[in-house]
């Protein structure tokens, strides 16, 4: 069974980072906002708890 979920960032980011930092694959790159690398992303959720603003969300 395929898991179909996956994170994005939106619009909200401030470019911090922190969610660069965290990711053990490191599929996230700079911008405004942040963009996570789908193809590299074993959707862990690593970025997700460590944003502090809440901007990463799940999409189905």
Do not use: D
Request: one cysteine or more; charged letters at 25%.
């Amino acid at each position: 069974m395929q898991n179909k979920k996956s994170y994005i960032i939106s619009e909200k980011c401030n470019g911090c980072g922190a969610c660069k930092v965290v990711c053990p694959k490191h599929c996230i790159s700079r911008g405004k906002p942040y963009v996570i690398q789908q193809e590299r992303c074993i959707k862990c959720g690593l970025c997700v708890t460590r944003c502090w603003r809440k901007v990463i969300v799940r999409q189905e």
